[in-house]
């Protein structure tokens, strides 16, 4: 069972979540169940759940990384930065798999205390376009991957294509965990956790895989790993 993490409305009166990751999740073998951002409920959702995916989504609050904000800053939702936060601190205390996607990357740096760049254009002179303008299947920029990580296993290759919907990056990369991706203007487009439990990407490839079946292994692993938590978690209750 694998909680997804939801965006909400400005006015707060609606959930909602792209159908491609719920897609995913199930094509790699997985039970997706969305996640209401309910204050306080954290640990009682990852008492229930085998796996975490951290979704897409708007800006990041900056007080989160000890910054002001930045007029390129967009809008932001205060609540669904500190449940998401405290989910992944919890999940990522606990062991429990989890996989960060776009924003759900830049919470995961966030939550193991690193940080993340307002814009891009604040960290590189001259960065690649990061907000394509074309299909979100559409593979837009290239990428090089670290020889030997997890990600590269995953995805079968050093270089490859991504797609790319963001504004916001990486910046000081937390403790324990170790890039693996980057795009040709250096932004960092892959971490993962020296625990081997973590892994995020700031592209999206629940848009992709059904063009590139490659793709679909980051979800497949995500899977495998929540797979075997919850043999364990059955075999010592």
Known sequence: MIGITCSESRDRGRLHLNRPYATAVTAAGGLPLLLPEMRGMEGEYLKRLDGILLSGGGDIDPSCFGEEPHPLTGWISPHRDAFELELARLALGSGMPVLGICRGLQVLNIAAGGDICQDISLLFRTPLKHAQNAPRWH???GLQLLPGSHLANLLGGLEI???????????????????????????????????GHALGVQFHPEEMWEREARFLNIFKSLIEKAALGRIKKQRYS
């Open 161 to 195: 294509r991504v797609n790319s919907f963001h504004h916001q990056v990486v910046g000081r990369v937390a403790r324990g965990f170790s890039v693996t991706a980057r795009s040709p203007d250096g932004v960092i487009e892959g971490l993962e956790s020296q625990s």
């Open 139 to 141: 593979f837009t920029h």
